[in-house]
Structure formats: C-alpha cells, structure tokens
C-alpha cells in the first residue's frame, strides 16, 4: 500500500502516525550510509580503482546505488558491479534491508 492511498483510507492518522510505524527507518537510513561509504572508499583503492572506479566515481553515485539497492533489487541490472568483492557486499546490504524490513 502506498502511502497516498494510505492516507485516503486512515484520515484520522497523521504522517507522523505513519512514520512512527516503521520503527527500523533510521536503521535503514544508516546502513545506507555506511554502505555507500564502504562503495566509495574501496572504489578509490588501487585494487578495485580500474574495474569499479567509473560506476563509483563520486560519493553521491555511491549513496544513490546503496539507497537503491537497500530499498529495491533496480541497481543491480543497471550498473551492476564487475568484481565479487563489490558483488558480495551488494548480496550482504540486500541481505541486511531484508532482515530489517516489517512483515
């Protein structure tokens, strides 16, 4: 359920309502960030620099493919990493978002 129809169902619940549901959002929201920075910091290395240095070039495309591989699978068939460092701890954010996420 998005979260327009969401709100036309529930008028009586405010968006702060909405937002107290989801308990792990800043638990996300922090993963997100320290997996774009684990991206951007061993993209700049010298052993990774060649094969995924293009894709991470800048803290801002690191942070935009953690958010959305953390929230959606859509990275992954777009830009997807060239080596299996890169691979393994893309499976382990999908792994980590996967954990946190409500049933």
């Not at 998005?2 to 800043?26: A, G, V, W």
């Not at 996300?28 to 960030?33: E, K, P, R, S, T």
């Amino acid at each position: 359920m998005n979260i327009i129809n969401y709100f036309k169902k529930n008028h009586s619940i405010s968006f702060q309502d909405y937002i107290n549901q989801n308990k792990f959002l800043p638990y996300h929201l922090f993963f997100v960030v320290v997996y774009a920075i684990i991206y951007y910091t061993l993209s700049k290395t010298n052993m990774f620099y060649k094969e995924e240095g293009e894709k991470f070039n800048s803290f801002f495309d690191c942070f935009t493919y953690s958010l959305l591989l953390h929230f959606t699978i859509g990275p992954i068939f777009t830009m997807p990493p060239n080596t299996n460092t890169f691979k393994a701890i893309s499976m382990s954010q999908v792994l980590l978002a996967y954990s946190f996420m409500q049933v």
